[in-house]
């Protein structure tokens, strides 16, 4: 069975620090491309950030460019987003979703970050 | 970046009638990649429709999607009850990727 179970939100102070993690089963995570996609409180989904299978291309949104990186560890099954410098509108539910061709098909339940002093 | 429009915002129906929700681009998806996922609360987004036609695997086959090039349908026949939900169009077609606002289909 396909499982995604993200882990590492929290809550912290504007301008610190998170990393969440993505930890993969069921599945090859070296065979996937995959995504980050966020939804703030009662708001719509957000694509965040993209990797392809061996990391040679990733892609963010400029809401967060250059203040996130993405990252994975196939060995390990495991995506990675490092988040720095962090805003109060980075609060958000954050899921990993596996990508087969463009389409994101799983999405583990999610990992809440909450911004604030 | 294509802009998602999707419309109405809420649908508000009764079990048994049929559900058309609308999802228009602001230009062309190339290769008509387009999503439809569910989302219920608590939940996370659930593959409905992807190639703006192809059902996931598991998927009623009362869920449709239809369109190409900027304009976009999901159709649920015969609603059940638990497909009272958000319905959400996202194209992956052109990076940045981006979602519609979501449309809420609401028991009347």
């Known amino acids: 069975e396909v499982q995604l179970v993200e882990s590492g939100g929290g809550l912290v102070q504007p301008g610190g620090s998170l990393r969440l993690s993505c930890a993969a089963s069921g599945f090859a995570l070296s065979d996937h491309n995959m995504n980050w996609v966020r939804q703030a409180p009662g708001k719509g989904l957000e694509w965040v950030a993209y990797?392809?299978?061996?990391?040679?291309?990733?892609y963010y949104a400029d809401s967060v460019k250059g203040r996130f990186t993405i990252s994975r560890d196939n060995a390990k099954n495991s995506l990675y987003l490092q988040m720095n410098s962090l805003r109060d509108e980075d609060t958000a539910l954050y899921y990993c979703?596996?990508?087969?061709?463009?389409?994101?098909?799983?999405w583990g339940q999610g990992t809440l970050v909450a911004v604030s002093s | 970046e294509i802009v998602l429009t999707q419309s109405p915002g809420t649908l508000s129906l009764s079990p048994g009638e049929t559900a058309t929700l609308s999802c228009r681009a602001s230009?062309?998806?190339?290769?008509?990649?387009l999503v439809w996922y569910q989302q219920k609360p608590g939940q996370a987004p659930r593959l409905l429709i992807d190639?703006?036609?192809r059902r996931a695997a598991g998927i009623p086959d009362r869920f449709s999607g239809s369109g190409s090039g900027t304009d976009f349908t999901l159709t649920i026949s015969r609603l059940e009850p638990e497909d009272f939900a958000v319905y959400y169009c996202h194209q992956c077609a052109h990076s940045p990727w981006t979602f519609g606002q979501g449309t809420r289909v609401e028991v009347k």
């Open positions: 190639d703006a036609s």
């Open positions: 979703a596996r990508l087969t061709g463009w389409t994101g098909d799983y």
């Open positions: 230009q062309t998806v190339t290769n008509n990649y």
């Open positions: 990797i392809s299978r061996t990391a040679t291309t990733i």
